[in-house]
């Protein structure tokens, strides 16, 4: 049985620039999806999939997500005084116990990699997640939770994949594929956003990953690649070899949330999940088509 995994990494950092003006004085993770924000949805699947304690790797104006997660006393009183219980329970059911969430500064914006190099100290020497908030998906059950029955059985590093039309390649993480196995796939190589006609594959990483902590002795060389960033994809290449390596083709479907056409699909396709929401929307979108 491979050692549990606890940790979850959630790199935070970034600007949003795909999504401007929204996000100049919010962080994209903030923008809501449904009734709650990206970065509640991310945490909420980890907690799903047993993760006890997150870092967020952040940078200068995330405080609202800081916010979001800690107790306020004020709007708790409030709603106590008002009778509000069941407002009450949705903030209360936020909270993350004390000394389990922990935020870690990336002060330049040097890629993923550096992102999550920037969290070594939180994981230390044991198993972790890493999520990306913006990249949400819908399915039978949440993915990440998917992914740890499968890590169950293979251990070692997972990521999320999914297919993506081979003109796209040049926006993802590819994977070279060793062999298929149903939903797990063995990975023999990984190239950060290849052109389509260099591509090994056309299947693409996802905003998920399980990774061994010896990945950080990879992200500390510091060594750049694509776009002249420090990939975390460069690293998890060097992994391929030395430890078991798979992708992982989720049950579900999967929304860009940093982008804004895919933002407003997994809007609505969260609100026609929703009991309280479904015949609402539904009936609203036949009247507006
Ligand atoms: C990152 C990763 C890439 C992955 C992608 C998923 O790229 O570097 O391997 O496929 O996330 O969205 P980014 O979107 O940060 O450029």
Known sequence: MPQKVRK???PVAGLGTRFLPATKAIPKEMLPLADRPLIQHAVEEAKAAGIEMFCFVTSRGKSPLEDHFDYNYELNETLRKR??????????????????????RQPQPLGLGHAVWCARE???????????PDEQVLGPKPCLAQMMDAYEQVGGNLLSVF????????KYGILDIEKEDGRLVAVKGLVEKPDPADA?????????????????DHLSRFET??????QLTDAMARLIGSQPFHGFKFEGRRFDCGDKLGFVLANVAYALERPDMADKVRTALRDMI
């Open 83 to 104: 009778g509000k219980n069941d407002l009450l329970k949705v903030v209360e059911d936020l909270q993350i116990e004390s000394g389990n969430l922990s935020y870690v």
């Open 225 to 230: 690649g694509a776009g002249g960033e420090i």
């Open 200 to 216: 090994p594959s056309n299947l693409s990483i996802q905003g998920r990953y399980i990774l061994q902590p010896e990945i950080f």
């Open 163 to 170: 297919e993506v039309p081979r003109e796209q390649t040049n």
């Open 122 to 132: 939180f994981i230390c020497d044991e198993p972790f997640a890493v999520i990306l």
């Open 8 to 10: 979850a990494v959630f």
